[in-house]
């Protein structure tokens, strides 16, 4: 059987010209003015981040009033949250780009997102663990839970890596009873340990652990003292047990790289940044906080790779300067506008129809030819034009 088909006399060069002259502009107008639109529950991301915000402000007026001086190399925004490169209580090597890139309000958003996506809401149990490596970092993930509404228990390691809250008169524990004291948060720890290697500051001299036993009684926090790594781990999900009674934990926040929470790098490196619902390949032969819960099906957020979560969410690395709360990725998206993109559509498949389709620019062409040279006002008549072309 054959097939009666046909095509266009001649497609004018002109025409194709202007069509793809509309689809081009139309595409560059889309990506010049897109629509945003709030990402995720915005209100209470902007709530969190303003208490994060005012968190930090407390805690470096509370160490201007202890004297502290801040150095504008390691703390270029002079916010009080970036510690010393060395101190005795300082556990182990830090890195300055990420404590720097940790002093941003705007992971107190990010901290929303992640917790909201976990399924935690206002009433709900979270269990954190959390470390003095990343104060800013331990404020913004206060700060978000406060403003979702839910219900931390805590389990704190005292020491602190380089550049974290290691300064013997003000760890992050007296960091967390300013924030308490200026009603930012209305929670604190539970328990915390020393920290530091084995989550029992093995190998700091006895005076650097008389002075993490310092924090944990000026504090009033109860201390945990295990022998070994296990019992560290043990003890910590006794607490969150305990706590939790028949009610269930709905996530597990992991900040920093204590070695009973989250195994140090290893866990770090296997859980990543951010939510993990499920136990990552390689994380089912480490034994700490962090794996204990996913095997339970608990989800794990993961908050001790700070750079790694910047780019994630569009958050600058190593600010100079204090970034905007409500400025970013984490509260809106961009997308193209559905109403320009239709039309442009529209427009398009309307020219293709009219010069193409029809042929009527060949028409048009064929029928005006040109105006006669002696007499330019006359319009030259063409022969008629053959129409479209029958193919057998």
Known sequence: MKRVYWRPQKISKAALFAIGLVAVG???????????????DLQTKIVAAQLASRGMNAVREARQQRGHDFDRVFDPMQSGMIGTA??????????????QTSVNPNFAAVSVELLQ??????????????TGSLPALNTCLFAAIEAIGAEPVIVHSVASSQFGANMPDMLWLDMEQVLYDEGIISFRSNAAT????????????????????????????????????RESIDQRMDIYRTAAGNRPIKAYVNVGGGAASIHGE???EAFGGGLTENMPAGADSIDC????FSKQGVPVINLGNTISLAK???????????PTIGDGPVYFSSRPNRLVATLLLIAVLGMVRVYVWTDLWARLRAKFTYFDSTHPDVLRMEESPKGVELMV
């Open 289 to 292: 906080v962090a794996t204990r």
């Open 194 to 229: 020393l920290g530091g290697f084995g989550d029992r500051a093995r190998g700091m001299d006895a005076d650097s652990v008389a002075l993490l036993k310092a924090s944990l009684t000026r504090s009033n926090i109860p201390a945990l003292e295990p022998n070994l790594l």
């Open 312 to 322: 994630e969410f569009g958050l600058p690395t190593a600010p100079q300067e204090m």
């Open 117 to 130: 996506k976990a399924g935690v809401g206002k009433g709900d149990l979270v269990a954190v663990g959390c």
């Open 266 to 268: 290893d866990g770090r």
């Open 86 to 99: 060395m101190s005795p209580v300082t556990s182990l090597p830090g890195h300055l780009e990420a404590k």
């Open 26 to 40: 139309g595409t560059l107008l889309l990506e010049r003015f897109p629509t945003h639109h709030h990402q995720g």
